[in-house]
């Protein structure tokens, strides 16, 4: 059984791991990933629950269904995960860093060092 962060929707966490894979190469465009039910009992969860997170990703454009084969990841994919995941860093994570390097006096050639020591 797989831990959830209780603030998002289980189905969106599990598309969001199916999109991590995606970017991680464990499954390549065109090729098969697990079944609604398998992907639901690895995680531990109830296969309505994965057939969601299933239906958000091929909303996307992110996975497609072959009727009677499974899902397939999309030729585009990694594409579109990583241009969605880029904007939504821009547009929700990057203004809330800013705010809080201002309120706790971080200058960005401190950021940049850190950055430079990984």
């Known amino acids: 059984m797989s831990n ?6 289980i189905y969106l966490q ?14 390549k465009a065109d090729e098969r ?3 609604v039910r398998e992907y639901a009992v ?12 299933y239906d958000e990703l091929a909303r996307q454009g992110v996975i497609y269904n072959q009727r ?3 899902y397939f990841v999309a030729k585009n994919a990694r594409r579109e995960i990583l241009r969605a995941r880029r904007a939504a ?17 971080i200058d960005i050639s401190e950021v940049d060092e850190a950055w430079g020591q990984r």
């Open 89 to 105: 860093f821009m547009n929700e994570r990057l203004p809330e860093l800013f705010r809080q390097m201002r309120l706790l006096g």
């Open 33 to 35: 990933i697990p079944s």
């Open 4 to 9: 959830f962060n209780p603030d998002k929707a």
């Open 14 to 27: 599990m598309a969001d791991r199916l999109c991590d894979d995606i970017l991680a190469g464990t499954y």
């Open 68 to 70: 009677g084969l499974g």
């Open 42 to 53: 690895a995680l531990g969860v109830n296969v309505n629950t994965a057939v969601k997170a």
